[in-house]
């Protein structure tokens, strides 16, 4: 157990509202990653960070923004959420301590954008 | 152009019969990592199995093994003795460079279903 924690679970949202959805670790790991996961394209990268306050965009990152402000917490905002956001959404952690550095991940969040 | 290319979007399998699942990658780079991971319908992110692109042999953990052929950028999961709980929806996956780039590349996913 890498000690990740996403919050909330599932949430349903309305077109135009922002949401923030928290990633919470408990091992002071370096990488954190944002994905999302929709039916026939797999886990697409949305932003990801190396440390407190250093993040990066990566594949999907239009819309999105997030922010570290400290080792154990990866916040996602969707500043004016649409429906295209709609998503099953994963964070991620990544071992580098170990020798193989395999992502660990969050249960998911389910964001229904109505 | 997709890193990770999983061209079987569903396979499906008898339960004890062994099930290949394809996956072929793209990279320049010579220091990689290639990794599977499992997803069953209760939406967890699973990670089976690893294999270094300098690691000489196949990697295998328990049913799982990797058939890893670098010439061809391939890095099949085989799963022998299918079990009526390895339906599920698998990733391929791969982690480029070694000066700190950590950032898994995902394949589309091949759902397996396994048959009694």
């Known amino acids: 157990d890498a000690g990740i924690t996403q919050s909330p679970r599932h949430k349903v949202t309305e077109t135009g509202t922002p949401v923030t959805l928290r990633c919470h670790q408990t091992e002071n790991h370096r990488y954190m990653y944002w994905y999302r996961q929709d039916p026939g394209h797999g886990l697409r990268l949305i932003h990801y960070s190396y440390g407190v306050k250093d993040t990066d965009k990566g594949e999907v990152s239009d819309g999105y923004s997030v922010s570290r402000s400290k080792t154990e917490d990866f916040l996602l905002t969707l500043e004016s959420a649409t429906s295209s956001q709609t998503s099953v959404y994963f964070c991620?952690?990544?071992?580098?301590?170990?020798?193989?550095?395999?992502?660990?991940f969050g249960q998911g969040t389910r964001l229904t954008v109505v | 152009a997709q890193k990770i290319t999983q061209t079987q979007p569903g396979m499906f399998v008898q339960e004890k019969e062994a099930v290949t699942l394809d996956c072929t990658y793209d990279t320049s780079d010579q220091s990689y990592g290639l990794f599977w991971y499992k997803q069953p319908s209760s939406g967890e992110m699973i990670f089976l199995i690893y294999?270094?692109?300098?690691?000489?042999q196949n990697a295998t953990e328990g049913r799982y093994s990797l058939n890893f052929q670098k010439a061809r950028k391939s890095a099949n999961l085989v799963i022998s003795a299918s079990q009526l709980g390895d339906s599920a929806m698998y990733f391929c996956?791969?982690?480029?460079?070694?000066?700190?780039?950590?950032?898994?590349?995902f394949g589309r996913g091949t759902s397996l279903i396994v048959h009694p």
């Open positions: 996956a791969m982690r480029e460079g070694g000066g700190g780039s950590y950032i898994p590349t």
């Open positions: 294999q270094g692109s300098y690691d000489e």
């Open positions: 991620a952690i990544q071992t580098t301590g170990s020798a193989t550095g395999e992502a660990f």
